[in-house]
């Protein structure tokens, strides 16, 4: 890898639609360079500027050969599947990503969906929408439930899942964590298990929660047979990635009562096509991938980023959250 610029010559590349990096390291006053861009085009006429890129949903593996001044790649997302990271490394380019920047907000994001879900609060909305006053229930199966008692399955035992325990046993939740190295976790969790052991464990769910990244192994780990495993009166919340799932299965077990409900942030289409099913479905909680969403975000990706153009001007070779 050719010499990191100096802090007095490298410029970062903030490259994404919504997020202020500009304005908030502005505020910092460290006297680093930047250039924001906003659009997928804009980003590609000003690719050859920056030393450093900050991006996430605007990157192209196109970026590797036409990023002529490009030394760092730093995700402003956890994912990085979007990314060819052989050619990365043929061409010299580190990346790193930015886990960890929404560990409080996604695990909140997947106590909320469980709440509102047991609690039923989106048909208090529509009910509200609809200014009906919904009376009390004799039926109790049809009543709100509690979180108390109930078991959790968390697939993804990192930060997030596991925060997201921490959250479930303040509710006094059974938590049951997978994962491919279950010693850091068993003091966290009731039980410990591995993914080999996750599909004989799903008759015990109330709730099914992924919190795990997109990869071979993890893709449609939610399909047809997983849900027919699930009992009728769970649920399943992913605050993972869309391609966790099998969207059509999913679908077919909403439709049938083959599970209770679920709480969806990430869809395999995103934006979720218009005449998608989980559109209209009244067991579905749906959020627009939101669950990372904070308005810390741009500072806890900024405490990240500052520490790797640290290392990297120390000529570092180990870097925060490196993937390459």
Same mark, same amino acid.
């Given at each position: ?27 910092? =006053? ?31 593996? $196109?970026?590797?050969? +036409? ?18 990271? =052989? ?128 990869? =071979? ?42 599970? $209770? ?28 991938? +939101?669950?990372?969403?904070?308005? $810390? ?28």
């Amino acid at each position: 890898m050719n010499r990191f610029p100096g802090k007095d010559e490298v410029i970062v590349h903030f490259a994404h639609p919504a997020y202020l990096f500009g304005s908030c390291l502005k505020a910092r =006053d460290l006297g680093l360079n930047f250039i924001e861009t906003r659009t997928q085009e804009e980003t590609h006429a000003r690719i050859t500027e920056g030393h450093v890129l900050v991006v996430s949903g605007f990157w192209e593996n $196109a970026y590797i050969r +036409t990023g002529i001044n490009l030394k760092f790649i730093q995700a402003c997302g956890a994912g990085y599947n979007q990314f060819d990271l =052989d050619a990365l490394a043929t061409k010299g380019l580190r990346l790193a990503n930015a886990s960890g920047a929404n560990v409080n907000a996604v695990s909140d994001h997947a106590i909320a969906l469980m709440l509102c879900l047991v609690r039923k609060i989106h048909h208090a909305r529509d009910n509200q929408r609809a200014h009906h006053w919904r009376g009390m229930i004799s039926e109790i199966s049809q009543r709100e439930a509690e979180l108390a008692g109930k078991t959790l399955i968390i697939f993804g035992m990192g930060a997030i899942g596991g925060r997201l325990a921490k959250l479930a046993k303040a509710f006094d939740m059974n938590v049951i964590g997978i994962r491919r190295n279950i010693d850091p976790i068993k003091s966290r969790v009731d039980e410990a298990y591995t993914p080999q052991e996750f599909f004989g464990l799903l008759h015990r769910a109330d709730f099914v929660a992924l919190t795990c990244p997109l990869t =071979d192994e993890t893709a449609n780990i939610i399909n047809e047979t997983t849900l027919a495993a699930m009992r009728n009166d769970a649920y399943l919340i992913n605050v993972a990635r869309g391609g966790c799932v099998d969207e059509s299965a999913l679908v077919d077990a909403l439709s049938s009562g083959s599970i $209770a409900g679920a709480g969806i942030d990430t869809t395999a289409e995103e934006p979720l096509a218009n005449n998608s099913a989980l559109w209209e479905m009244s067991n579905v909680i749906l959020t627009p991938h +939101t669950a990372g969403e904070t308005q $810390a975000y741009e500072e806890n990706v900024l405490d990240i980023l500052l520490d790797n153009l640290d290392r990297l001007s120390r000529g570092q070779m180990r870097l925060h959250n490196q993937i390459i």
